[in-house]
């Protein structure tokens, strides 16, 4: 009984400890206090980072996101006055922006893992989202190594393709192979990347915003 007590009171001290956090941030947004706004920024922080990696299981990007909710009060300070819980309105907004990257990525997943079965299977080229297929393919490609592999996936055979930009048969058979093996690795890094994500189908207890009690 009395461990359970004493854990139940260090929580919280712990809880009312980092509601002063949220406190001070919204009171130096208030006045203007720069120097106060700094360190409580970096105690707030401190207390986003972890939930966001609850969403998104990274690191980095759990950081951005804490810190851009944290920015997004900083450009609200004009309407600062207007909020009451800073805590709970910070913890909305990075929970947000959380889920907002959790479905963009799974959907850039599900292009790109159209985009591996394209790579064995050209004849579905047409049944993709044809900005993001572009996008990824300038973007990991050498500019040849795009013209060569679009033409290919638009049904141009080597000996076509040859003839258009005046090359060898065996030299656009080599770049294209080349350009497989290249999109066939990022997409291989692509998914062990953005393997936890796609098992987040859903926000467990635990990732609820805390409660002030």
Not at 30 to 56: D, W
Not at 61 to 76: H, T
Not at 97 to 119: F, G, R, V
Not at 179 to 205: G, P, R, V, W, Y
Request: aromatic letters at 10%; charged letters at 30%.
């Amino acid at each position: 009984m009395i461990k359970v007590f004493i854990m139940k009171a260090v929580r919280n001290s712990a809880a009312k400890i980092m509601k002063c956090y949220f406190k001070e941030l919204l009171e130096a947004l208030v006045t203007n206090n720069n120097p106060q706004f700094g360190s409580a920024y970096i105690k707030c922080l401190e207390k986003l980072i972890p939930y966001c990696k609850g969403f998104t299981k990274d690191n980095g990007v759990a950081e951005d996101i804490a810190s851009s909710a944290i920015m997004k009060l900083w450009a609200k300070k004009e309407e600062a006055r207007e909020i009451n819980n800073c805590r709970s309105w910070l913890f909305t907004v990075a929970r947000n922006d959380c889920i907002t990257y959790i479905s963009k990525n799974k959907k850039h997943k599900k292009y790109l893992q159209q985009i591996a079965s394209i790579i064995e299977k050209p004849a579905i080229y047409k049944s993709i989202d044809k900005d993001f297929w572009n996008w990824f393919l300038k973007i990991k490609l050498t500019d040849r190594e795009y013209s060569i592999f679009s033409k290919s996936l638009a049904g141009l055979s080597n000996e076509e393709i040859a003839d258009e930009l005046d090359s060898a048969p065996k030299t656009i058979a080599n770049i294209k192979s080349q350009a497989k093996k290249k999109l066939q690795i990022l997409l291989q890094e692509f998914n062990q990347k953005s393997s936890n994500l796609t098992n987040h189908n859903s926000i467990t207890d635990n990732e609820v915003e805390p409660s002030d009690r």
